[in-house]
């Protein structure tokens, strides 16, 4: 079955430190990755997207992440965290079914 | 251009009612996704529409319904509210084109509160 596994529900970082969130899929074929940011009451703004050739992927707000078919992985990196940061972090991949399949999300904490 | 709008933003109801909450697309997209978020279950995927067609459905009692209109707007009705359905109801729409990679753009969401 199709799945994405985010393994850290919160992770803590100081501001200016470097920041990696942990995302594992599960799918039969080549996936479509995303990941999303969330701020307290707020919808699902997309950081940035996967569906095929150059691994690393760059998106908004400094933010990068790269695909490795070999590991199932899609994490998340920023060199330098801001305070403005913190929110909540999904991963997701396309089902294949008109549909998004969602990783359980990480909350980021940033300690200033 | 627009992105999604979602209303109402807030809703309270108590046990038994039942609730209407609508989703205006961007505007050229024809697929409508409707997602549940709690942070017990996270976001569950409800049901998807396509050209008034839902296409997609996900696994939710049949008290949760939608449906989709020529313009592409689209509306999930809860019937007789439990408490457990206070959640975050997320709208995303996406050109919706079959095989295409399709990318999902997301409403603010309706905080749906059941007393």
């Known amino acids: 079955a199709q799945s994405v596994t985010q393994p850290d529900i919160h992770i803590t970082v100081s501001e200016g430190a470097s920041l990696e969130l942990r995302c594992n899929y599960s799918?039969?074929?080549?996936?479509?990755l995303f990941w999303y940011v969330q701020s307290p009451g707020q919808g699902l703004q997309l950081l940035l997207k996967?569906?095929?050739?150059?691994?690393l992927v760059q998106g908004i707000k400094g933010f990068e992440a790269e695909f490795k078919r070999s590991q199932s992985s899609f994490n998340l990196r920023k060199p330098s965290v801001h305070w403005s940061d913190a929110a909540e972090y999904f991963c997701?991949?396309?089902?294949?079914?008109?549909?998004?399949?969602f990783g359980t999300g990480t909350r980021l904490k940033v300690l200033a | 251009k627009a992105g999604v709008t979602q209303t109402p933003r807030y809703l309270i109801k108590t046990r038994g009612q039942q609730v209407t909450l609508s989703c205006s697309p961007i505007?050229?997209?024809?697929?409508v996704s409707w997602y549940q978020q709690t942070p017990g279950q996270g976001l569950q995927f409800l049901f998807e529409?396509?050209?008034?067609?839902?296409?997609n459905k996900g696994n939710f009692p049949g008290r949760f319904s939608g449906r989709q209109f020529s313009n592409s707007r689209s509306e999930m009705n809860v019937s007789t509210l439990e408490l457990g359905d206070s959640a975050l109801y997320l709208c995303?729409?996406?050109?919706?084109?079959?095989?295409?990679?399709?990318?999902?753009?997301f409403g603010p969401g309706t905080r749906l509160t059941v007393l």
């Open positions: 995303a729409s996406s050109l919706g084109s079959r095989g295409d990679y399709n990318e999902q753009f």
């Open positions: 799918y039969g074929a080549t996936p479509y």
């Open positions: 996967y569906f095929s050739g150059d691994t």
């Open positions: 997701a991949v396309d089902g294949g079914t008109y549909k998004y399949i």
């Open positions: 505007s050229g997209h024809r697929s």
């Open positions: 529409y396509f050209s008034e067609t839902q296409r």
